[in-house]
């Protein structure tokens, strides 16, 4: 495989693929069209399941996606959902660089469900988490921006509207619940819809989550196909709009 892949430091799981043309890359993604995933020569560090932030890089050209770690019995592989192989199989047909052009400027798919201009501040203090996040919501055509605690956060906020906050309850300083109440406190964004993604499970961490005024709570890990339908449906509802059916679907 013409490739050369090296997975990040252990706080930022991403890995990088290096090809020398477009032409050798479609033929890596050509080779794998039935079951939508490619090698993964670095195991180390990595597990079944896990979420990878993907980078195919030629020359200065790149772009990137949100990879799953998949064990297929005879090794690690990295699967992608459809919506993301068809996005790398355009830039490797040179049809398009999507990650390198300006937000609201890229290559968007007539079957993505994003209303025109739709915006989304994910926080997280995991770079891992932002990365991916934001790959899968910007695919779908959402313009997104990332902060990594709550004070972060606010100062975007104060900045410009957004459609959709994606916040982790546990952060530095001023937990992600307490920002969603401040949210809720201030008139200027009360009906802004929040979408909690945490690793805790209970009962009583929805509550809490609910309790505090989020509008949606998703479990880490997550399937791509539900982060996308959660967080297109709370856009919509936001605007006013009916939910697509192909979104449903993602």
Known sequence: MPLDS????????GIAYRFDSLHDLALVLESSADDQDIELP?????????????????GDDATSVAGRVCDRGSGLRLAFEERDWQRLLRFARGEGTPSLLPPGQAH?????????????????????VLCVVRAL????????????????????????PFDLVVVEPVLSGTSGLELCKKLRADERFATTPVLVLSSQTTASDLHDALSAGADDFLVKPFRAPELRARALGLIHRARGLAMPASCRRC
């Open 108 to 128: 968007v798919p007539e079957a993505v469900c994003a209303p025109p201009g739709a915006t989304a501040l994910v926080v997280d203090p995991d770079p891992t």
């Open 42 to 58: 670095c195991r180390e560090g990595v597990r079944d399941g896990e979420w990878l932030l993907v980078t195919f890089a030629i």
């Open 137 to 160: 919501l910007e695919a779908c055509g959402v313009i997104t921006r990332t902060a990594e605690d709550a004070d972060e956060a606010l100062a975007c906020i104060d900045r410009e």
């Open 6 to 13: 090296t997975l990040g430091s252990a706080g930022v799981q």
